[in-house]
Every structure is written in C-alpha cells, then in structure tokens.
C-alpha cells in the first residue's frame, strides 16, 4: 500500500438542505497514514461531513474516492468504511464479545474466524477481561473500547469518529486520547475524527481541518495552523487550547 498516496479523495463536496448550504466545496485528501481531525463551532458541518463519507447522507454535489474507488453513489454496507458514534451504540442484550463480532456475523463470517477476530481485537483494546459481560455492567471508557472493537474488528478502509470522547470525564479523555494515538500507529488506514475539544485536536492530528460556516477555512498540520491562525474560529479555538477547555 502506498502511504504517499491519497488513499481518501474528498472533491468539491457540497450538502444543502433548501437553500440552506450545510456543507460547500469541501475538499480533503488523506494517507493512510493521516489522522485527519476537523474542528470548529457548533454547526459548521463537521459531522455532516462524516455522514457523507459514511453514505448516511447523500450529497447535493462533489465526489468521494476511497483506494481509487469513486464510492459517492455507493450504499453505505458496499463503502467498507467503520463509523464509531459519540453514544457508542451498543447491543444493549448482546455480551461485549457478541458485541464486537456482530459486524463479521452480518458477514457470515465463520465462527472460528469470528472468535479469533474477536479475541485479537480485545487484545489490542485491553478489554479480554470483559468480553462476557453486557454494557450495563461497563464503565464508559470500556463501552468506548467495544464501539472501537467493533469498528476496528471489519478492518475497513476508513475510520469516521464523530466526537466518541464527548461522553467522557475529563481523566478517561486523557487515557483514550493515549489509546487513539497508539491504535492509529497500528492501523493502515486513515482516520477521520470530528471533536470540540481543542486540546484533543492538537494532539492527535497529524493534519487539522479547521470549518467554520460549511467550509474549510484553514488545513494542514497542527504546527502549521499554529503558527499562522485565520479565521474568526481559530483564536477562541487557540485560547481553549491553552486552557484545555473549549468554550463552545
């Protein structure tokens, strides 16, 4: 796999509702390599991006091309892409271990396949010690883990988060913020991450995307953004930053 390569190619893409323009002209590429986080205030289209990554919603406009595949039109069960939610929405009745093989069983994975998928995923998340229990019975940082189980148990093509952190107090954020940075190390391929947290952003970005008003208004690394801010979001963004907190 080429890690130089665009592996997501985001072009001119564009959502309205009426003549409300939720999303314009948003063009983004990713590397494998890439943890692309966007940010910026309640409203500007960040999540509505996710969701037409995700196919959840369809596009007024643009294109969206995955490892060379023009995906736009695709339903989202053909995009091979992972989507965790800021709710973790988890299979109340199911274990963890159910929980987490759920995708490989619409798949009809065979079983053996199924728990040994299972069983290294755990492994990696630190929760084996958990996979006969039910969500009710988990902390939020272990009902976290699952979602992310269950997202990275596919091994899809792409990873969407849409703010799956926002849950949590404030020590969890710190210890997951960890757990992101050392999966994405791990995974080979490119991560999309929507937050409001400032402090998240800037550490686990490897490229920010900075929206306000449906469009980007500034990308590129974090040193980059630091070093030279634009856009009205951006000095309240760096200010919370400092003070790891986010106003907004």
């Not at 494998?32 to 919603?57: E, H, M």
């Amino acid at each position: 796999m080429n890690h130089l390569a665009p592996f997501l190619r985001i072009e001119n893409l564009s959502k309205c509702y009426g003549p409300t323009a939720a999303v314009q002209s948003f063009t983004l590429t990713a590397s494998c390599d890439d943890f692309v986080v966007i940010v910026g205030p309640s409203g500007c289209g960040k999540s509505t991006v996710l969701r037409l990554v995700a196919g959840l919603t369809a596009p007024s406009s643009g294109t969206i091309w995955l490892d060379g595949q023009n995906i736009t039109a695709l339903k989202p069960a053909r995009r091979d892409i992972a989507m965790v939610f800021q709710d973790y929405a988890l299979y109340p009745h199911l274990t963890v271990a159910q929980n987490i093989a759920f995708p490989l069983k619409l798949r009809h994975a065979p079983r053996a396949q199924r728990r040994e998928r299972v069983e290294a995923t755990a492994q990696l998340l630190g929760i084996t010690d958990i996979l006969n229990r039910r969500p009710a019975q988990l902390s939020g940082g272990q009902q976290q883990r699952v979602a992310i189980g269950r997202a990275l148990v596919r091994e899809p093509r792409l990873f969407l988060m849409d703010e799956p952190l926002s849950n949590l107090d404030a020590h969890l954020r710190l210890t997951m913020r960890t757990e992101f940075r050392r999966l994405a190390q791990r995974l080979d391929v490119p991560i999309l991450y929507v937050t409001h947290d400032p402090a998240e952003a800037l550490a686990l970005a490897t490229k920010l995307v900075v929206m306000e008003a449906g469009r980007i208004v500034q990308a590129g690394t974090p040193a980059e953004i630091l070093a030279d801010p634009r856009g009205t979001f951006l000095p309240l963004f760096l200010e919370a930053a400092k003070n790891n907190s986010a106003p907004w």
